[in-house]
Every structure is written in structure tokens, then in C-alpha cells.
T-cell receptor, first 115, second 118 residues
Framework: AQSVTQLGSHVSVSEGALVLLRCNYSSSVPPYLFWYVQYPNQGLQLLLKYTSAATLVKGINGFEAEFKKSETSFHLTKPSAHMSDAAEYFC?????????????FGKGTLLTVNP | DAMVIQNPRYQVTQFGKPVTLSCSQT?????MYWYQQKSSQAPKLLFHYYDKDFNNEADTPDNFQSRRPNTSFCFLDIRSPGLGDAAMYLC?????????????????FGAGSRLTVL
């Protein structure tokens, strides 16, 4: 079985501050990991994905995430928050084993950016 | 632009009155998914089609059905909506093989259909 835990359902930062959204995963085989973003009343869009290549993954809009196997983590960061980053962020895991090719999502973290 | 389109964006229905939500795609992806997303919860997979092969999740209620008449279209039917079925319903697509690195496939989502049950 695979699962994702996102620490903190709500994160609030000031514009220009560091963004750090935490994600820990559980998987019995090497995972594929994803971050998706959801703006209000919209579907999910892919920010970035890890598929066993480089452990530091760069995504769109200045976001990046680092895969740390020893910590079973895949935290999302951005050096300087922008007002347009306010959205809900979902971490997700899948793998190539059996039925686990399907995505399992975390509960999401709502990011608020204050002026 | 190639995309995934969901209709309607907002649907209001009465308790027990059947509802159909539609999803169309121009990506020519062979896999289509339906997710249910309730407020402050993770999107939950209801079922998916791999080509015409229907795959139901074990905990998806019988009240939820789906049809895929061709590659481009997929429908979600809720036969007798209850108050607990109020949610955002997300359609997504992906391409690639089921058993070969398919876990790495990226899903493309539509904007969602928000269902309100009165």
C-alpha cells in the first residue's frame, strides 16, 4: 500500500518569504512523486514530478522539490512567495507495482500569501 | 489547445434526482479517470477506464456509474444523489501503458464539476 501525509493543512507566508510545504510518503517500492496545484474552482495542474532521475526536481513557477529517501520526504519549496502562489497544493504518490500505478493524493495544504 | 473539458461546471440537483456529468478530451489519451473531491479532503479515485476496460475502485458506491462511448468522452452518472455526494468531481486523463512505468504518467485534469445536492 502507498500513502501520503502532508504536514499542515494551512500554511501562511508573507509575500517574498520562503515557501515550504511538507510531504512524507509511504511506499513499499521506489515511488514516483508529484506535486499538483489547484487554484480556486479549478482542476489540478502538475507542478513537478520525481521519477527516479535527479533527486532535486525543478517545476513551474519557481517551485522545486527534493526527494530524500532516508527521510521518505518530498517537500516543496519556493525561495520567494508571490501573491499568485495562493492556492491548494497536493502531494501524490504512485509506483509501477501492481495496482499502485494509480495516484494516491494527500489531503492538501492551503497556501495563503499575505501582502 | 489540447485539453480536458468538463460540463457542467456547476450542477444543482435535488436529493434522489439523477445527474450526469460529462468529460471530453482532445489529447487522445487512452486512460480516463473520475475523482471525487470533498472540501478539505484528498481527491478520491472512483473509477477509471483503460481504453474501454472499466476499472471500479472497491469502495466506490453502486450509486456511481460511468460510461465511455468513445476515446474522447466519458460520463459520470449518479443514479440517486444523496447529501453526502455533494462534492467537486474531477475528470483526468493520461496516456501510456498500464504496467510499464505507468505510475510515472502525468494526469491532465479538467476544471471540475461542482455538484450541490438540495
Amino acid at each position: 500500500a502507498q500513502s501520503v501525509t502532508q504536514l499542515g493543512s494551512h500554511v501562511s507566508v508573507s509575500e517574498g518569504a520562503l515557501v515550504l510545504l511538507r510531504c512524507n510518503y509511504s511506499s513499499s517500492v521506489p515511488p514516483y512523486l508529484f506535486w499538483y496545484v489547484q487554484y480556486p474552482n479549478q482542476g489540478l495542474q502538475l507542478l513537478l514530478k520525481y521519477t527516479s532521475a535527479a533527486t532535486l526536481v525543478k517545476g513551474i513557477n519557481g517551485f522545486e522539490a527534493e526527494f530524500k529517501k532516508s527521510e521518505t520526504s518530498f517537500h516543496l519549496t519556493k525561495p520567494s512567495a508571490h501573491m499568485s502562489d495562493a492556492a491548494e497544493y497536493f502531494c501524490a504518490v504512485s509506483n509501477s507495482g501492481g495496482s499502485n500505478y494509480k495516484l494516491t493524493f494527500g489531503k492538501g495544504t492551503l497556501l495563503t500569501v499575505n501582502p | 489547445d489540447a485539453m480536458v473539458i468538463q460540463n457542467p461546471r456547476y450542477q444543482v440537483t435535488q436529493f434522489g434526482k439523477p445527474v450526469t456529468l460529462s468529460c471530453s478530451q482532445t489529447l487522445n489519451h487512452n486512460v480516463m479517470y473520475w475523482y471525487q473531491q470533498k472540501s478539505s479532503q484528498a481527491p478520491k479515485l472512483l473509477f477509471h477506464y483503460y481504453d474501454k476496460d472499466f476499472n471500479n475502485e472497491a469502495d466506490t458506491p453502486d450509486n456511481f456509474q460511468s460510461r465511455r462511448p468513445n476515446t474522447s468522452f466519458c460520463f459520470l452518472d449518479i443514479r440517486s444523489p444523496g447529501l453526502g455526494d455533494a462534492a467537486m468531481y474531477l475528470c483526468a486523463t493520461s496516456s501510456g501503458g498500464r504496467f510499464v512505468l505507468s505510475g510515472a504518467n502525468v494526469l491532465t485534469f479538467g476544471a471540475g464539476s461542482r455538484l450541490t445536492v438540495l
